[in-house]
């Protein structure tokens, strides 16, 4: 039989070529990478077809179809713990290849087409892992994707363009889900395993690299089959039981349907998008863009580029001190960013307290507004804030880039009292331009859910800190504006 397939094909000596090959520098752990993300894919890919027997992707639908899966149909919560963490799993193997490839000069000639194959990968992972965030239709998924849609959005020349291409409408809605739905499960796995393939092609071309030397790879004693082939399988099934550990001891949670008029919900990115959180934390709201689009653009450019704009030949470490330790700074960056980016979100989510004063230092402007009645306004105001609106707009004021406008430094919120009443008595709902930015979050109206006191008590707060310098407001000016 296998005699007959070979005649005809030529597939059985190829195979037999494949497995019985020498690996340069001998079989290795370090080579496992990239077959552990391939098994990554497939898993994806299985795990995803099974989902979609169930998912029905509409905002009528998506929740309630998610949740069937978790409580009706037999071992969904399983599978959709197991697609969760997948692309966790896989999105931190791919990173890992690629940190790998560039430490050992892997990029360089004749491999630069590898590589930047490798980073578009890189890429439409991350694609992948964003698309399907907003899927489930619950709290975080819909405030999640606003806020990265909106980023987007912010993008100049095709920002605009781009935005409305994802949201496919004025607000989020069942168009959203289904241009995500379609993103997800066609256009981006089809385009991975494309890249997957063209990917493997070249480099059945190019051969291994081997380890970081400038002499060419040895043939130690090492073949693909037995010994490489047992290393990925080992490293294959070891990220399979990282998923299914992880399925089992930490599900993925389904939070409350989707809710555009929930202001208290503090919406957290996926654990590989905090690094981009943390730059957007730390970036002035008047150079949002720069965090948002400029940084990760450039980081991008460079990345695809490395192999032109290092012109060193050698692939030894210790000879390419220069590469190594911006690599070392930008690991530490992407570190220290990421956990930053979480502690501004766990900072946002408390309920009370805070460490954002309402001035670092007492300051005339503060004893003016007590001695208009508005004293207890900030301290009461304060509280109410950190409680209400921190999640939105920020502890610090800033809002989020697209979504909620900043209030510090807001002509509008230390301009006319009334217009800033009106919109927090009655909300706001669709875009609106704050200082010649777009903006398209949605802001509740607190008429009956805080009294007229506690709104006076948020609006002169809001207007006297972050460096804003208004007049307190009362009462009865709430009263007025809310009859």
């Avoid at 849609?149 to 912010?154: E, L, M, P, R, V």
């Avoid at 291994?208 to 040895?218: C, I």
Wanted: proline share 6%.
């Amino acid at each position: 039989m296998l005699q007959w397939l070979e005649e005809r094909t030529g597939i059985v000596g190829q195979i037999n070529t494949f497995l019985t090959e020498d690996v340069p520098g001998g079989a290795s752990y370090w080579y496992v990478f990239g077959s552990a993300t391939l098994v990554a894919l497939v898993i994806q890919i299985v795990t995803g077809i099974f989902l979609t027997f169930y998912y029905a992707p509409s905002a009528a639908t998506a929740w309630e179809s998610t949740k069937f899966i978790y409580d009706k149909v037999n071992f969904g919560e399983f599978v959709i713990g197991v697609h969760y963490w997948g692309a966790s799993v896989m999105i931190a193997l791919v990173a890992l290849h690629l940190l790998q490839v560039l430490i050992w000069g892997a990029y360089k000639r004749p491999r630069e087409i590898m590589w930047v194959v490798g980073v578009i990968l890189f890429l439409f992972t991350l694609v992948m892992g964003l698309t399907g965030y907003l899927l489930p239709w619950d709290l975080n998924a819909y405030f999640a994707s606003q806020v990265s849609i909106n980023i987007t959005g912010s993008a100049p020349v095709l920002g605009e363009w781009v935005k409305g291409f994802l949201q496919d409408g004025p607000s989020m809605g069942t168009l959203t889900i289904n241009r995500f739905f379609g993103i997800h499960v066609w256009l981006v796995p089809a385009l991975l395993v494309l890249l997957a393939v063209g990917h493997l092609t070249i480099f059945r071309h190019n051969g291994a690299a081997g380890p970081a030397d400038d002499k060419p790879p040895v043939r130690k004693p090492g073949r693909f089959w037995p010994n490489q082939l047992f290393m990925d399988t080992a490293v294959s099934v070891a990220a399979f039981a990282i998923m299914v550990i992880l399925a089992i001891a930490a599900p993925p949670e389904l939070l409350n349907k989707a809710d555009p008029n929930n202001s208290t919900f503090v919406p957290s990115p996926a654990w590989y998008f905090l690094p981009l959180y943390g730059v957007l934390r730390l970036t002035p709201p008047s150079l949002e863009v720069v965090g948002t689009i400029v940084v990760p653009t450039l980081f991008l450019l460079v990345l695809l580029l490395l192999p032109w704009i290092d012109r060193n030949p050698s692939r030894v470490i210790s000879r390419r001190p220069a590469l190594m330790g911006i690599t070392v700074v930008l690991v530490l960056f992407i570190i220290g960013t990421g956990i930053y980016g979480q502690a501004a979100i766990n900072q946002a989510a408390v309920q009370s307290g805070g460490n954002v004063g309402i001035c670092a230092v007492a300051c005339s402007h503060e004893e003016k507004v007590a001695a208009t009645g508005g004293g207890t306004s900030l301290l009461a105001g304060k509280t109410i804030y950190l409680q209400k609106c921190a999640a939105c707009h920020n502890a610090s004021g800033a809002g989020i880039a697209g979504t909620f406008p900043p209030l510090a430094a807001n002509a509008f919120v230390t301009g006319d009292p009334k217009a800033v009443i009106d919109i927090v008595v009655n909300g706001k709902t669709g875009p609106l331009t704050v200082e010649g930015k777009p903006y398209n979050g949605a802001m509740p109206a607190w008429k009956g859910q805080l009294t007229n006191a506690q709104i006076a008590s948020i609006v002169t707060y809001i207007r006297n800190d972050w460096g804003n310098k208004a007049g307190a407001v009362t009462e009865a000016q709430v009263a007025a504006e809310a009859k």
